[in-house]
């Protein structure tokens, strides 16, 4: 791992507890934003995590005051379309390991999560949020578009009209407002988002982790048609109906005790 900017700290913190991995965004003196290394040590992370059998569910939050404060505006190349595309592409990868991926993400954001940290937020599965804090699609106000995924992600999570104004106006959301329309699942106090989103994330891990991933992918790849939705689920269900996971599940209903699972 590299270390963040004056510091022998990665960007990255990983902590492993039980089958909840939390992954922490680790520039706080620059409110986390997203350079290169961090990009590139949050995908070796998530890669990791999905890798790990013994991980059933993600954790992402910010050290410090903030979330996530965007992409790192000072390393931004001009003119380097061969930079700009790796760096795009790193964010693709990390885009697509949260919103594809096996394993549920958790968000917990207290502070700043706008540009590239509202696209961040927006590919979890579950939003918790401190009450200070604050969304916002700014890209425009540098000359740019919206990416990270967020022209996909924001619609589906607030609806088109919402998602429009967003992209369109660049205003900053309160974490009220951005509960409101449907970016945020849980609101709490100031400071604590983490222990709040550790609650939901032990909650999850107790769920059969095939299941979950299964929904994962329906939800990521949904099809276009009632029809075609009948199909994949009826694809997804068969499959689930051979687990050792839905034989524990279905025993422990009738024996009325909580089940464990194994993801097998």
Known sequence: M???????????????????????????????????????????????????DACRVLVITGAG????????????????????????HLMADLISLLVEGPLPVVAAVDGAAVGAGTSLAAACDYVVVGRSATFGAIFGRIGLVADSGLHWTLPRRVGPGPARRMLLR????????????????????????LAAARDVAADLAT????????????????????????????????????????AEGNDAFFAKRRPVFHGR
């Open 170 to 193: 660049g205003k900053l959301l309160g974490a009220e407002e951005a509960r409101g329309l449907g970016l945020v699942d849980e609101l709490v106090g100031d400071g604590a988002s």
């Open 2 to 52: 590299t270390a963040s900017a004056g510091s022998s700290e990665p960007f990255v913190l990983v902590e492993i507890d039980g089958p909840v991995r939390v992954l922490t965004l680790n520039e706080p003196a620059r409110r986390n934003p997203l350079g290169v290394p961090m990009r590139r040590e949050l995908r070796a992370a998530l890669e990791a995590a999905h890798a790990d």
């Open 207 to 246: 769920a059969a982790p095939l299941a979950l991933a299964a929904t994962k992918r329906l939800l990521a790849n949904p099809p276009a048609t009632l029809a075609e939705t009948l199909h994949a689920e009826e694809c997804a269900q068969v499959e689930l109906f051979e687990t050792a996971d839905f």
């Open 65 to 88: 005051p903030a979330f996530c404060s965007g992409a790192d505006l000072a390393s931004m190349p001009r003119g380097d379309r061969a930079d700009a595309r790796d760096r795009l």
